[in-house]
Antibody, heavy 116, light 111 residues
Framework: QVQLVQSGAEVKKPGASVKVSCTAS????????ITWVRQAPGQGLEWMGW????????NYAQKLQGRVTVTTDTSTSTAYMEVRSLTSDDTAVYYC?????????WGQGTLVTVSS | DVVMTQSPLSLPVTLGQPASISCRSS???????????LNWFQQRPGQSPRRLIY???NRDSGVPDRFSGSGSGTDFTLKISRVEAEDVGAYYC?????????FGGGTNVEI
């Protein structure tokens, strides 16, 4: 069965960076893509970015462009999402999901807390 | 960028009664390939989102048939024919046609 398992919760200081991983199993990683979505406390879902695991093509939300990078390691079927120059506004649960136009399987979420 | 607008923000429902959520996009969601990439997600409290509907009206495997999606162009609807207690949570539409992709603001369904 398809599973996406994310790395554990992180606490970071303002100005730092965080890198969240998402390890896929149960399907051929390179035949699909990974979407990243975040959810601030008590708020809705925010689309962050997308990467094709086939050819590495990416697309990012305009407001995060330049501060977020998504990558993949096809040898380990793992996707990564790095956010730099963190502020308190980046405190959220970060999700990875399989697919782009209609993500079907989702990870369990990773809580990133930004606090001094 | 495409803006997705959902209504209502909050939807009080009665068990066994129907419920309906609206989603409007700022541009047509018909893709150049002829498909309309409009999805609906359910998020129960404390859980990850779950896709219910893709390409406007296709139900995902395991999704009860009381959930249905309809619409075209810029105007879409998610309907629950008879609300059950397990349907409580937030519902989001998401467009997958125009990059960058985007979600609606969400609708909280409460008994």
């Amino acid at each position: 069965q398809v599973q996406l398992v994310q790395s554990g919760a992180e606490v970071k200081k303002p100005g730092a960076s965080v890198k969240v991983s998402c390890t896929a199993s149960g399907y051929t990683f390179t035949t699909s893509s990974i979407t990243w979505v975040r959810q601030a406390p008590g708020q809705g879902l925010e689309w962050m970015g997308w990467i094709s695991a086939y050819d590495g093509n990416t697309n990012y939300a305009q407001k995060l462009q330049g501060r977020v990078t998504v990558t993949t390691d096809t040898s380990t079927s793992t996707a990564y999402m790095e956010v730099r120059s963190l502020t308190s506004d980046d405190t959220a649960v970060y999700y990875c999901a399989r697919g782009g136009r209609g993500p079907d399987y989702w990870g369990q979420g990773t809580l990133v807390t930004v606090s001094s | 960028d495409v803006v997705m607008t959902q209504s209502p923000l909050s939807l009080p429902v009665t068990l066994g009664q129907p419920a309906s959520i609206s989603c409007r996009s700022s541009q047509s969601l018909v893709d150049s390939d002829g498909n309309t990439y409009l999805n609906w997600f359910q998020q129960r409290p404390g859980q990850s989102p779950r896709r219910l509907i893709y390409k406007v009206s296709n139900r995902d495997s395991g999704v009860p048939d009381r959930f249905s999606g309809s619409g075209s162009g810029t105007d879409f609807t998610l309907k629950i024919s008879r609300v059950e207690a397990e349907d409580v949570g937030a519902y989001y539409c998401m467009q997958g046609t125009h990059w960058p992709l985007s979600f609606g603001g969400g609708t909280n369904v409460e008994i």
